[in-house]
Every structure is written in structure tokens, then in C-alpha cells.
């Protein structure tokens, strides 16, 4: 049964639940931080800085596990904020196996990350609803793409890690003909 219950985990769907919170923008990232939810993450918090919000917290409680997309999308996102609005991005309610993805790449380094809690953080405004974002089907290439330059930026041992997904989607991106 516990087997059933792995994979039932593998399997489930990706979710992501936004709001904001006065001054902070909060994203609740549900399922497996992945592919499909980046490019939603990224327009929605692009869209949040140019409202001028500029603090950011990402929950990771309900999140358990991160492909590199997503993490580069935290690291391009991390410096996005810091360098547009002056603000921040913190990583919250994280299990142990993605704080060693996050330490593996650096990032730790990029934004601030705490370990899940007992109890855990939650939103500012207790029981308040968290919007839901549609998530992608197959994301753009470009997407893909500048997570992992941003990973790449964000530590310089990860441009042996990652560099053959670069070139092989920057070549993509070059052969794709434009529409």
C-alpha cells in the first residue's frame, strides 16, 4: 500500500495558490515544484512587480520535490526582485530533501530558506483564500531556458551541470522559426 501511496505522490497534479497580503505577495507552490508551474510563478510575480510589491514569500510546505526549472525560476525570480523593486524572496516551510537541492545549486545563497516548522508559517492573513494559477501544459522553451541561465548565474559550478540543457534549448530556440 505504501508503494500505491509513492506513486499516488508522484502523480499529483502541480498546484500553484497566490495572494497578497498588504505588502507581501505569498505563493503557495502544491505537488511537485516543476516545469509547469514556472512560467505561471514567474508572469505572476513579473506582473506583482510592476504593481510594486517587493516582498515575497514562496511556501514550499505542500511542495515535495523541485525539478531545476523551478529552481531556476526561484533564482531568476530572486534576482528579478532584488534588482527591480529592491526587494525579497523568501523560501519557506522547506523539507529537508528540496533545503539540499536548494544548497546543492547555491541558491540558499540567492534568498533566504527555512526549514519546515512545527508549527508551520502560513499566510498573513489567517484563513484567507489563496487564488489558484492555471498551470501549463508543455511550457515555452524560453521559459525553460532562462531558469536555467539563472541557475547558471546563480553559481558557476552549475554551468557544467546544466550546460548541455542550455545549449541543446538555445539551439531549439534558434531553429524554431519565429510565429
Excluded at 502523480?11 to 498588504?22: D, G, L, M, Q
Excluded at 526561484?74 to 516551510?93: C, P, W, Y
Excluded at 546563480?154 to 538555445?170: G, H, I, M, P
Amino acid at each position: 500500500m505504501s508503494e500505491q501511496n509513492a506513486s499516488n505522490s508522484a502523480k499529483a497534479p502541480t498546484k500553484v495558490r497566490v495572494a497578497c497580503f498588504e505588502d507581501v505577495v505569498w505563493i503557495r507552490a502544491e505537488g511537485r515544484g516543476n516545469y509547469q508551474s514556472s512560467g505561471p510563478i514567474r508572469k505572476f510575480v513579473q506582473s506583482m512587480i510592476q504593481r510594486g510589491y517587493q516582498r515575497y514569500v514562496v511556501d514550499l510546505a505542500a511542495c515535495d520535490h523541485m525539478d531545476s526549472t523551478f529552481m531556476g525560476t526561484l533564482a531568476g525570480l530572486s534576482q528579478s526582485i532584488g534588482t527591480l523593486s529592491h526587494g525579497t524572496l523568501t523560501v519557506i516551510n522547506v523539507n529537508p530533501r528540496n533545503i539540499e537541492l536548494l544548497e546543492n545549486l547555491g541558491l540558499h545563497l540567492l534568498f533566504i530558506v527555512e526549514a519546515l516548522g512545527d508549527p508551520q508559517r502560513i499566510p498573513a492573513e489567517v484563513g484567507a483564500e489563496l487564488m489558484e494559477l492555471p498551470m501549463m501544459g508543455n511550457p515555452e522553451k524560453e521559459i525553460v531556458l532562462s531558469a536555467h541561465e539563472a541557475l547558471v548565474a546563480a553559481n558557476s559550478d552549475n554551468a557544467s551541470r546544466f550546460k548541455d540543457v542550455v545549449e541543446y534549448l538555445k539551439k531549439e530556440s534558434e531553429t524554431q522559426p519565429a510565429g
